[in-house]
């Protein structure tokens, strides 16, 4: 248990623990082909080549799947029909191994009144869909294992206010076998699968239009109803191990319109948009709630728990547009040691447009995380690849925890070896700690903390640090982490109101030169250009086919060939308000 029990606590998100300064980056892109009225993306590596993939669900119709390999390095292949969605448009997608033969399937969600199933043949190419029909209309799915048979079952929110539980029962069959009822006069908004007390049973999150509620599972797919809070006007909801203590919490998004109070322990608190975090309190099966103010943003559909800059920290991470719906983009409040999190927001804008589903992976194979954004309409999907120089190692002030550094949840990184760099957190004694890879104890030392290397090889790999202390407690987080035979592309960071230009690195270089230059800015992005010698050699506007210029590109990667001799390069970025950052090189081609 991370927390001391409370059944219900309200804490403004302030942070009395100064967290090690962190300058977050991205470089921002537009992918190079259209994803026409994306409703729902997933990422997997579908092909079994250990680079990340994407699947999108819409398309002109509403009913089309595609697929797109990823090459590794952000970008990604032409894409390839998976097939089409049996119903009227495509609601939700998902990606899990339901046939348990080691290759991701597909799953789609209808508002038809269907899900079907995509079986991967592990080449990224699929089986024909099976559909299955829903007792209600669809409106969200989660995967997760709600029997204790092992497979991966599925649960509905649907239009009706109930939840519809389908048991798996080969990878081709679903078995409708509980219908748990939330509120008849709501619609369900979103459904979210995690283990909420650390007792190895998977149970839900829910939202509806107008409340948040955990349903807490007895390993049999039997669930109990138990209300979080009641929302004017709920926007989101996601879960995720934000506090690093081993258990899913409940992330839920909002903003209180037309009501600009919101209900504290002591009076109203006055803000309109916002994020509750419910930490789960272990075996008690309650919460502690923490309440983040976000009056300059508007409230999010779409919310995540990453570790960002790769201090060890859970950071909140949304894909929203500011108060006034003017510029849409990344929006991160890093985490701090305490359990706080940053006032204000970092902000990475992408566009004047909308905004859609975000997807987190680690595109480019090099430790931290990604992020992908659909757009609405016409646009095409935004690519965010983190260049943050990865932060300082923190410890988190939490009692118990585990703070793991490296590796990044969820990450790639290249082959054989891997550092673990791992602290513990208790107010007892912490006497010993352990690493354990697929099961396999590997690492046991009478310490608080340790920072090594391990040789492990190529594949996919589980990895639990758990922490003993002087009275027989033990805590642990989880790592899941790829090793690749490969090398992770590099990345340009850019403070806030700069550009650089990070390669070449050094004064000579041979040709073709590669030629990486990238900006931060706080409006939307309208051009990033490359200059060789006075010529404009790059121009990306971020203009799409139907001569629209939404933003969305701080980016110039490019390799050319050059003569022998110096050559001067400048690398501009241009935003919405006018400004221009502008960064210059001298290079000597060999």
């Excluded at 203590?245 to 992330?251: A, K, N, P, Q, S």
């Amino acid at each position: 248990m991370r927390f001391p029990f409370v059944p219900v606590l309200l804490l403004l998100a302030s942070s009395s623990i100064l967290p090690a300064q962190t300058n977050l980056s991205f470089e921002l892109s537009r992918d190079t082909y259209m994803a026409f009225g994306v409703e729902a993306m997933a990422q997997g590596d579908f092909n079994g080549d250990g680079k990340p993939d994407m699947v999108f669900g819409g398309g002109s119709s509403f009913t089309v799947v595609t697929l797109r390999l990823g090459n590794g390095d952000g970008t990604f292949q032409p894409p390839i029909t998976v097939g089409q969605a049996d119903s009227s448009e495509v609601e939700d997608i998902a990606a899990a191994d339901l046939n348990q033969d080691g290759k991701l399937d597909v799953i789609v969600l209808c508002i038809g009144g269907t899900f079907d199933v995509f079986l991967g043949n592990g080449d990224g190419s699929f089986q024909p869909a099976i559909a299955v029909a829903t007792a209600g209309s669809p409106r969200a799915m989660a995967v997760g294992d709600f029997n204790g048979d092992q497979r991966p079952d599925l649960a509905i929110g649907d239009s009706q206010g109930s939840v519809e539980i389908f048991n798996n029962t080969d990878g081709k069959n679903f078995v409708l076998s509980n219908t748990v009822p939330i509120d008849p006069t709501r619609d369900i908004l979103n459904v979210k699968a995690g283990d909420f007390d650390d007792d190895g049973v998977t149970n839900l999150a829910v939202l509806t239009s107008d409340s948040a509620y955990a349903l807490w599972n007895d390993g049999a797919g039997n669930f109990r109803k138990s209300a979080l809070s009641a929302y004017t006007n709920p926007a989101g909801l996601n879960v995720g191990d934000l506090n690093q203590d081993g258990m899913t919490d409940i992330l839920v998004s909002y903003d209180c319109h037309p009501n600009p109070q919101y209900p504290g322990p002591k009076g109203p608190i006055s803000t309109c948009e916002g994020v509750d975090v419910f930490y789960g309190q272990g075996q008690q099966k309650t919460f502690e709630r923490h309440i983040i103010t976000a009056d300059t943003v508007g409230a999010a559909r779409y919310l995540w728990a990453a570790d960002v800059n790769g201090d060890g920290i859970g950071d909140l991470v949304t894909g929203t547009s500011d108060q006034n719906g003017s510029q849409t983009g990344l929006f991160i409040w890093l985490g701090h040691p305490d359990g706080s999190f940053d006032q204000a927001a970092s902000r990475f804008i992408a566009t004047s447009s909308g905004t859609g589903q975000l997807v987190v992976a680690d595109f480019n194979r090099d430790g931290m995380i990604d992020f992908a954004q659909a757009l609405p309409g016409d646009a095409q999907t935004q690519i965010y690849l983190n260049a943050t120089n990865r932060a300082p190692c923190a410890t988190s002030q939490i009692n118990p925890t585990v703070t793991v550094c490296q590796p990044v949840d969820n990450t790639y990184l290249p082959a054989p070896a891997i550092r673990v760099t791992a602290n513990a957190y208790d107010t007892n004694q912490v006497t010993a700690m352990q690493l354990y890879v697929n099961g396999d104890l590997v690492y046991s030392r009478p310490v608080s903390g340790f920072n090594r290397t391990f040789q492990l090889g190529e594949g996919s790999f589980n990895l639990v640090t758990k922490a003993w202390d002087y009275a027989g407690l033990n805590f642990r987080s989880v790592r899941h982490v790829t090793l690749y035979n490969g090398t992770p592309g590099s990345v340009c960071a850019a403070a806030l109101g700069t550009a650089e230009i990070c390669l070449p690195s050094g004064a000579t270089s041979t040709s073709p030169v590669h030629i990486v230059g990238n900006g931060y800015t706080s409006y939307v992005p309208t051009a990033a250009q490359l200059y060789i010698d006075g010529n404009l050699v790059i121009n990306n506007t971020s203009c799409n086919d139907y001569g629209a210029c939404p933003g969305g590109s701080s980016l110039v990667d490019t390799y050319q060939g050059l003569s022998s001799g110096s050559h001067d390069l400048v690398f501009k970025l241009w935003d919405a308000n006018g400004n221009i950052y502008s960064a210059d090189k001298t290079v000597s081609v060999e």
